[in-house]
């Protein structure tokens, strides 16, 4: 076998100079170095021994808040008792300030310091009484509902405004009236002025009630709350309203107000009061997301019933461009009777409804397919 040098493992380093006797004892260490951990970094000096009762503090050093700054010097060992109050970092309010020196060790013997609910920190160092903080878990914060604090309002001042108000304006209309020895009802709520040209009929004085909204509940509709005597009421058609003085042709009757709302929410009230099962209908589509609907906020001009043969006329009216209806009469009106258009107005719509105007050409309904 030794005249055969092929099968011998060739070397391909050399081989290192054969090892120095181990001591006894030591074999077991260093005859597998690769299974002891490397170190990365150069171990920390070993830790001074804790005192008692501070050992959770220090053996969790993760969990405590990470410094911002510059770290600052190991923190003194603890006194006793103060344990249960750092043991949860997280909850102490971070001391804006660095944290005083070390603490000088208690004499054996000396009195315990009290029990620490609070540690007080001061700024000279060591414990006392100045400032210093609570800790308490009871929450601090409490959600109360944001209440709009309210907000003072200038009162306009008569003299600055350059036209006078609606109610002055009304009032003195009314005062003129009665002077006149017109009855009372009449100088309260007249459904219009005369003479007025046409054009001018949206810049003209408002008359008492025109503007007036009413906060209405479409179920209880008798019980208005402004406390305005209701309208008259008509047995198939609802409440109504009467001329309270003649009013001669093309004139100027009302303004239809309400609510401006856009096709969804119309749709959406419309389902509304599918479900309620109410059948009188307030809306008056002007064009596309322009609807006015006077269902819950309008003038007199909400109970102007239907019919096929009408004294009044609804208009669409551009007032400094802006889209407004009026109401004009289309024939000369007596005192005391039914004001009336044709709900079949352009683009007016409304659900299928029998028609109770009692015209001799009566068409039967009130739907919009019943004019365009
Ligand atoms: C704008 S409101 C008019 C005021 C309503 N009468 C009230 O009591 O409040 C329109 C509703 O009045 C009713 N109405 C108006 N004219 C009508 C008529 N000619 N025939 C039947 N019902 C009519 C319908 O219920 C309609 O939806």
């Excluded at 990470?66 to 190991?74: C, E, M, N, V």
């Excluded at 304006?169 to 009802?185: C, F, N, Q, R, V």
């Excluded at 609907?293 to 006329?313: I, V």
Aim: glycine share 6%; hydrophobic share 35%.
């Amino acid at each position: 076998m030794i005249n055969s040098p092929r099968i011998l493992p060739r070397p391909r380093r050399r081989l290192p100079a054969a090892r120095p006797p181990l001591p006894r004892g030591a074999e077991t260490v260093i005859t597998s170095p690769r299974i002891l951990p490397r170190p990365r970094r150069r171990l920390p000096a070993a830790r001074p021994p804790l005192p008692r009762g501070a050992a959770a503090v220090i053996d969790s050093l993760r969990i405590l808040p990470r410094p911002r700054g510059r770290l600052s010097p190991a923190r003194p060992p603890l006194p006793r008792g103060a344990a249960a109050v750092i043991t949860s970092p997280r909850i102490l309010p971070r001391p804006r300030r660095r944290l005083s020196a070390a603490l000088p060790p208690r004499p054996r013997g000396a009195a315990a310091p009290p029990p620490a609910a609070a540690v007080a920190v001061t700024d000279e160092g060591g414990v006392g009484p100045r400032r210093s903080f609570r800790i308490s878990l009871r929450p601090r914060v409490r959600v109360v509902p944001w209440v709009k604090p309210p907000v003072a309002r200038k009162p306009k001042d008569p003299a600055k405004s350059p036209r006078p108000s609606i109610e002055a304006l009304a009032a003195e209309w009314a005062k003129e009236k009665a002077a006149s020895g017109a009855p009372e009802e009449e100088c309260v709520l007249p459904f219009l002025q005369k003479g007025a040209p046409k054009k001018e009929a949206f810049r003209r004085l408002p008359l008492p009630h025109t503007f007036q909204e009413f906060s209405i509940d479409p179920i209880k509709k008798e019980e208005l709350d402004n406390g305005t005597e209701p309208p008259p009421y008509t047995q198939y058609c609802g409440w109504g309203s009467r001329a309270l003085e003649a009013i001669e042709k093309d004139d100027f009757v009302i303004e239809f107000v309400g609510e401006v709302i856009d096709d969804e929410t119309c749709e959406e009230r419309l389902e509304d009061m599918r479900r309620r099962g109410d059948k009188n209908f307030y809306m008056c589509k002007v064009k596309k997301d322009f609807v006015i609907d006077a269902t819950f906020k309008g003038n007199d001009c909400r109970f102007f019933n239907h019919s096929c043969e009408p004294n009044c006329q609804l208009q669409k009216w551009q007032v400094n461009g802006k889209t407004r209806l009026g109401v004009f009469a289309s024939k000369a009106i007596e005192v005391g009777e039914p004001l009336t258009y044709d709900y079949r107005f352009e683009q007016h719509f409304g659900p299928e409804i029998e028609c109770f105007c009692g015209a001799q050409n009566c068409q039967g309904n009130m739907s919009v397919s019943g004019k365009d």
